[in-house]
């Protein structure tokens, strides 16, 4: 069962109290018995801590989890990498003709 704070705004008395989702919320201050007592606004009573949560997780956008461009350092690759990533997509050179890779067969 969750814990709701109350706090009368008449009196400024303040309670915790411990009720049932379906219950019917308090209205009247036990304290100055006027019809002020009104729940607050809390925070959540859990953080998400640690790596691996991203903005772009559980949006259904079909990003694959990936974190979105910019989202953060992890996201961008450094400013060495990018020869090396247009290497890597370049196409091998051709073995030279003499070579037994070039696909002559010798009989």
């Not at 006027?34 to 729940?39: A, D, I, M, R």
């Not at 809390?42 to 990936?66: E, H, I, M, P």
Request: net charge positive.
């Amino acid at each position: 069962m969750p814990i709701y704070a109350y706090k009368c705004s008449a009196c400024g008395h303040a309670k915790d109290v411990l009720q049932k989702i379906s219950d019917a919320p308090l209205s009247v201050c036990p304290e100055c018995g006027q019809n002020t007592f009104s729940k607050q606004v809390t925070a959540a009573g859990f953080q998400l801590k640690g790596s691996g949560w991203y903005v772009t997780d559980f949006r259904g956008n079909g990003g694959g989890g990936q974190p979105a461009a910019g989202a953060g350092a992890a996201s961008t690759p450094a400013a060495g990498a990018a020869p090396a990533a247009s290497a890597a997509a370049a196409p091998a050179p051709a073995p030279a003709a003499g070579s037994p890779a070039a696909g002559s067969t010798a009989s």
